[in-house]
Nanobody, 129 residues
């Protein structure tokens, strides 16, 4: 059974840090693209950061550039999202996702929900004082 399980969410003060983790079972992150997405109440799910399958190309949403870092640990079938200098607007449920191949447009890696077919159940991040 294919499964992605996120962890690491929680309540953090503005300016704080969290590291989200996602472990895969029944499927592999090796040679597959990875994505982190988030969905705030009343908003659509949006791509936060994605990592390609073959050339390590990355995508970061403008709102998180310079603050978030995506990484993969193929040996342990995990992906991480390091989130620094968190802001209240980062509050959302965060999801990891994967698929069989990366999607590009104009040479740039795309990070859209339609590009990913396997999803975790999400982990809640609340940034509040």
């Amino acid at each position: 059974q294919e499964q992605l399980v996120e962890s690491g969410g929680g309540l953090v003060q503005p300016g704080g840090s969290l590291r989200l983790s996602c472990v895969a079972s029944g499927l592999s992150f090796l040679d597959n693209p990875i994505g982190w997405f988030r969905q705030a109440p009343g908003k659509e799910r949006e791509g936060v950061s994605c990592l390609s399958s073959m050339d390590d190309a990355t995508f970061y949403a403008d709102s998180v550039k310079g603050r978030f870092t995506i990484s993969r640990d193929n040996a342990n079938n995990r992906t991480y999202l390091q989130m620094n200098n968190l802001r209240p607007e980062d509050t959302a449920v965060y999801y990891c996702a994967t698929d069989s191949y990366s999607t590009y447009s104009g040479g740039k890696l795309l990070c859209r929900t339609i590009d990913f077919g396997s999803w975790g159940q999400g982990t809640q991040v609340i940034v509040s004082s």
